[in-house]
C-alpha cells in the first residue's frame, strides 16, 4: 500500500511532575534502537532468543528488543504493552486494565488480575439520571465510565516476579515512539473516523488525531505525543508507584470529575488504593490437552473451557472445517457457555462464582448431552453448576471493540500470554499525559436488576467489571506448551479462542490458518451471526435446515494473535484481518 506524503504532527507538551519513588533494582541499558521487522516464518529455534506476536509490528518489534537484551517473555509483553499505547492507541495501553497469563517450561501457570476498578463512589444506579438508566451509547463518553486504571500495577507485579531486565529498560522503545514519531495506519485512520464521538471528545486528544478541519488524519501522518513520552519517563525513572499517586493521579481525578460530558466522583485515594491480584489459574483438560486461562472477573477461561469440552463427545476431527455440521455444533456449544456465563460470571471479590462448578466435567457432560448433531436447542438456558449459592438474573451482554492481545515467549521457554484494553474505541475519550482513560465501567451491567434480582455483574464500590478476555495457554500430552493464544473483539472473544483452538488441536492447522478461520458467533439467545464474505455465509441454508432460523451475517471486527510449538520451532500467527504481525529477533 502506497503511504500519502507525510505529515508531521505533535501535541502540545505537557510534562508531569510526578512524586518521588525508589525505581525497580536493575541496570538501565539502553534498548537498541528499532530493527527492520523480520518474518517468524518458518518460525525461530526453540532456545533461541524467543518470539512476539501483536496487533501491531512496532509494539510486536518492542518485545522483541526485550528479549535481544536478554529479557524474559514477562519483559517482553510488558514493552509490547506500552509501545501498544502509543501506536494502537484507540484500544488498550497504560490508562486501562488487562489479565496476564504466564506460564513456564515445566507448565507451572499463573495469573495476574490487573482489571479495572470502579470507584469508591460508585453505587448500582452509578449510570442513572434522573431516575433513569443512560442508553449504553450515552453512558460512554466522559467521566463517568472510567474505571481506575490497572495495567501499570499488572505489569510491575509481574516484572517484579518474572522480570530480568531493569524497569526502566522496557520503556526505551515506547519512549522513543511516542517522541520521535509513528506513522497513522489505515486501521487507527478507519477508527478515528468511526469513533470520532470519543476519539475526538478531549481538546488535548483533538490536537494530537485530527485536523483543524474535525477530519481524522490521514495515512501516512507521522504523529508525536511529546506529553505521553514526558509521561513514560517519569514512570520508567520513578516506577509504576508514580502513575498512582502524585501529579498523575491528581490529573486523572480532575479529569474525571469535570468531564464535559458525565462527570464523576474519583479521588486520588481510588486511584492511590489500586492493587493488582494474583488469580488462581482456571485449568482443565480437552481431549489430551490441558488449557490453562484467566479466572473471575474474567469468563474467558470457563467460557472457552465449557465451549470445548461440551464439544469433546463429538468427532470434530472427523467432521472437519467444510462441514455445516461443526459450526452448528460450535455454534450451540457456544450458546450454552454464553448462557451460564451472562448469569454467573462476575469479580468474585463481589459475589460468589462458582469456578469449579462451571468448569466441572461432569455438569459439562450433562451440558453437552443438550446439543444434538442433527437439531437445534428450542431455548439455551443457564444450568444450575455445583457450587452456586445465589441465583442472579440474566443481564445483558454488552460488547467492547478497544482491547488488544500479544503473546511472546523466551529462551527458556516461558510464555507469556496478555489482554490489554480500554475498552470502546479511545475508552471514555478522555487524555492525560497523552493517553486515553479508559470506558471500562460500562462493562457492568447498566441496569443493576432484572425481575426485581440484583445481577451479579452489577457496579459496586471497588468491583472490576467482568470481562470477556481470554489469554490461554494450551499444553500437550508431554506437558510442553502447544499453543499461546488470545483475541480482542468484546464478547466474541471466547469465540474466537475456542474456534482457533478447534482448529489447531481438532483440524491439525496451523495457527494461523486457525485465527483466519471465520467466526461463528452465538451469545446465549437464538440469534447467531457468522462471518460476512465467508464460507459461513454460503453455510447459511445448511445452519437455517438445521434449526437455527435467525442466522445474521455481519462484517468482521476481529483481531487474535498465538505463538504455537511446532516440533523445536516456534511460530508465530497474527490475525490477516488485523495490522498484527509476529516478529522475531
Not at 510491575?156 to 524497569?167: I, R
Not at 474519583?266 to 490441558?290: E, F, L
Not at 466474541?492 to 483452538?501: E, F, M, N, R
Amino acid at each position: 500500500m502506497k503511504l500519502p506524503s507525510i505529515v508531521l504532527r505533535s501535541a502540545p507538551l505537557l510534562v508531569l511532575a510526578t512524586a518521588a519513588c525508589v525505581p525497580p533494582p536493575g541496570a538501565n541499558v539502553s534498548a537498541p534502537p528499532p530493527a527492520a521487522l523480520e518474518s517468524s516464518q518458518p518460525g525461530v529455534a526453540v532456545g533461541s532468543p524467543g518470539l512476539v506476536s501483536a496487533a501491531d509490528p512496532r509494539a510486536a518489534e518492542a518485545g522483541v528488543q526485550m528479549l535481544r537484551l536478554g529479557g524474559s517473555a514477562t519483559d517482553a509483553a510488558i514493552a509490547t504493552m506500552l509501545a501498544l499505547t502509543v501506536v494502537e492507541p484507540q484500544s488498550s495501553g497504560i490508562g486501562g486494565g488487562g489479565f496476564l497469563v504466564l506460564g513456564d517450561a515445566a507448565g507451572a501457570v499463573e495469573t495476574i488480575d490487573g482489571r479495572e476498578m470502579a470507584p469508591k463512589a460508585a453505587t448500582p444506579q452509578w449510570f442513572y439520571v434522573d431516575g433513569k438508566p443512560l442508553a449504553y451509547g450515552d453512558a460512554i463518553p466522559g467521566g463517568r465510565s472510567v474505571g481506575v486504571p490497572g495495567n501499570l500495577r499488572l505489569a510491575a507485579m509481574a516484572h517484579n516476579g518474572k522480570g530480568k531486565l531493569s524497569w526502566r529498560t522496557l520503556f526505551q522503545p515506547a519512549i522513543r515512539l511516542a517522541r520521535e514519531g509513528f506513522m497513522v495506519t489505515p486501521r487507527l485512520n478507519t477508527i478515528l473516523a468511526a469513533a470520532s464521538r470519543t476519539g475526538a471528545l478531549d481538546p488535548a486528544a483533538r490536537a494530537l488525531y485530527y485536523g483543524a478541519d474535525g477530519n481524522p488524519l490521514p495515512v501516512g501522518t507521522l504523529i508525536r505525543n511529546p506529553a505521553l513520552a514526558a509521561t513514560l519517563e517519569a514512570i520508567a525513572a520513578k516506577g509504576a508507584d508514580s502513575f498512582y499517586s502524585g501529579d498523575n493521579a491528581t490529573l486523572i481525578a480532575s479529569k474525571v470529575g469535570t468531564a464535559p460530558r458525565n462527570p464523576a466522583p474519583m479521588t486520588t485515594a481510588d486511584i492511590a488504593a489500586y492493587r493488582a491480584v494474583p488469580r488462581p489459574a482456571v485449568c482443565g483438560s480437552y481431549r489430551q490437552y490441558r488449557i490453562c486461562g484467566m479466572g473471575p472477573p474474567s469468563s474467558g477461561a470457563t467460557t472457552v473451557f465449557a465451549i470445548l469440552k461440551q464439544l469433546e463427545r463429538f468427532d470434530m476431527k472427523a467432521l472437519g472445517l467444510a462441514s455445516p455440521v461443526s459450526w452448528h455444533l460450535i455454534a450451540e456449544s457456544q450458546r450454552l457457555a454464553y448462557a451460564d456465563r451472562d448469569k454467573y460470571l462476575a469479580d468474585a471479590d463481589f459475589v460468589t462464582v462458582p469456578v469449579s462448578g462451571l468448569t466441572d466435567p461432569a455438569y459439562l457432560a450433562t451440558r453437552s448431552a443438550l446439543i444434538s448433531d442433527k437439531a437445534t436447542m428450542a431455548a439455551a438456558l443457564p444450568g444450575t453448576p455445583p457450587g452456586v449459592r445465589t441465583a442472579f438474573a440474566r443481564p445483558a451482554a454488552q460488547e467492547e471493540n478497544g482491547t488488544t492481545h500479544f503473546v511472546a515467549v523466551d529462551r527458556w521457554g516461558n510464555a507469556a500470554s496478555y489482554t490489554s484494553t480500554i475498552e470502546g474505541p479511545f475508552g471514555s475519550g478522555l487524555m492525560v499525559g497523552g493517553y486515553y482513560l479508559n470506558n471500562e465501567l460500562t462493562d457492568f451491567n447498566i441496569v443493576p436488576d432484572k425481575d426485581g434480582k440484583p445481577t451479579a455483574n452489577r457496579i459496586e464500590a471497588g468491583k472490576r467489571p467482568r470481562s470477556s478476555m481470554a489469554p490461554t495457554l494450551v499444553y500437550g500430552p508431554d506437558g510442553r506448551l502447544r499453543i499461546a493464544v488470545g483475541a480482542a473483539g468484546g464478547v466474541t472473544i471466547p469465540a474466537q479462542v475456542a474456534k482457533a483452538l478447534i482448529g489447531v488441536l481438532d483440524w491439525d492447522l496451523s495457527a494461523r490458518e486457525a485465527i483466519a478461520l471465520p467466526v461463528v458467533f452465538a451469545p446465549g439467545g437464538d440469534m447467531i451471526f457468522v462471518e460476512k464474505g465467508t464460507s459461513l455465509e454460503t453455510m447459511i441454508p445448511a445452519l437455517q435446515q438445521l434449526g437455527h432460523a435467525q442466522v445474521m451475517a455481519r462484517s468482521p471486527s476481529f483481531k487474535a494473535n498465538a505463538i504455537e510449538r511446532i516440533g523445536d520451532r516456534w511460530i508465530g500467527a497474527a490475525d490477516p484481518r488485523s495490522e498484527g504481525a509476529a516478529v522475531a529477533p
